[in-house]
């Protein structure tokens, strides 16, 4: 099973970065995915998750309104798009795949998961 997450980086409090979520078809085209994120020293935290078909989006209320989660098919790709970024968004981005075709914040609906991608957001 192949699944990369990519696109952290640096960036400004108040900037956006958009973090991409690469598997195969055969992984994840029936499949809910998930993002969630770990700030050093603290627990895996949920980010945000959508549907199989693009509907069923779900966000943690820490970033509701600030990042959007999407998929594109034609790629096999889930996005998560960050903005008006700070400091407390600083953490290590992981994307999971999903047991079934939705999904929320519980690790435990997850199969699958990649290695993380960083992001930091400095004040």
């Not at 400004?12 to 973090?19: C, E, I, T, V």
Request: charged residues 15%; glycine residues 14%; positive net charge.
């Amino acid at each position: 099973v192949q699944l990369q997450a990519s696109g952290g980086g640096l960036v400004q409090a108040g900037g956006s970065l958009r973090l991409s979520c690469t598997t195969t078809r055969r992984t994840s085209s029936n499949n809910g995915v998930g993002w969630f994120r770990q700030a050093p020293g603290k627990e895996r935290e949920f980010v945000a998750a959508i549907g199989w078909n693009g509907g069923a989006t779900s966000y943690a209320d820490s970033v509701k309104g600030r990042f959007t989660i999407s998929r594109e098919y034609a790629s096999s790709t889930v996005f998560l798009h960050l903005n008006n970024l700070n400091p407390e968004d600083t953490a290590i981005y992981y994307c999971a795949v999903a047991r079934g075709p939705y999904s929320g914040s519980d690790t435990q609906q997850y199969r699958y998961w990649g290695q993380g991608t960083l992001v930091t957001v400095s004040s």
